[in-house]
């Protein structure tokens, strides 16, 4: 049991990636700023536990202008 999160982003023309946090049953599991920004961004997580009922997931991704993009998935 446990999750296994793959997130990837790719930043729109005229634009690039400078954070991206990753939000799992309220916790941050993954914060990383980008210095230069980029245009591109991957990553797969993986937790080993048991996380009986409802679940959640939110990947937010800043862009260089401040600009938020978010993304939610529920499971149980």
Known sequence: MGWD????AKADAGEKIARVQIIINGQVVYDNSFVPPIGSWQVQLTQKAQY????????IASNDKGEETESDDFWS
């Open 52 to 59: 009986p009922g409802e679940n959640s997931v939110r990947v």
């Open 5 to 8: 999160i793959s997130g990837a």
